[in-house]
């Protein structure tokens, strides 16, 4: 899989990120919580831990679950990451990047969440919830 470095800002700039090992597979995520959070699926980039942020202190942290936590610029109300802490990874919003020529949506999470009234033209890998939580989650949380 192809792995790109990339950089971005909040709206406001007050927020920059730099992604050193972006994996060039967006994802889109369906369930509830990241609807709630953006008003549609949260269309993402994993990229690992070699995430560096400027303008710490406009940063702010929501606790999501026991081990992921989701951020946003204090100033502006820019989605930033969702971060799973244990393995200290960060997926990034794919339109936070200047990656945007070099991506490709190729798999969908919770799609068994996913409402009626929208769907992808792309033919992706998809994944309902349950089988996310047997895949990544820590062996023993369960789904908040």
């Known amino acids: 899989m192809k792995v ?4 971005g800002h909040c709206l406001c700039k ?4 730099t992604a050193d ?3 060039a597979s967006v994802g889109a995520c369906h369930c509830s919580m990241c609807r709630t959070w953006g008003g549609g699926p949260l269309l993402a ?3 690992g831990s070699d995430v560096h942020f400027t303008g710490q202190d406009n940063i702010g942290r929501f606790a999501s679950s026991d081990w992921a936590e989701r951020g946003f610029c204090r ?5 930033l990451f969702y971060h ?3 393995q200290d990874a960060y997926i990034l919003p794919a339109g936070l990047l200047d990656l945007s020529a070099e991506l490709m949506l190729d798999h ?4 068994d969440e996913q409402p009626p009234y929208y769907c992808f033209a792309n033919d992706t890998r998809k994944m309902t919830g349950a089988e996310v939580f ?6 023993d949380q369960e789904k908040e």
């Open 4 to 7: 790109l470095q990339g950089k």
């Open 14 to 17: 007050a927020v920059t990120v």
């Open 21 to 23: 090992s972006v994996k």
């Open 45 to 47: 980039l994993e990229c």
């Open 75 to 79: 100033r502006c109300g820019t989605h």
């Open 84 to 86: 799973l802490r244990e």
């Open 108 to 111: 969908e999470i919770f799609v």
């Open 134 to 139: 047997a895949a990544y989650a820590p062996p």
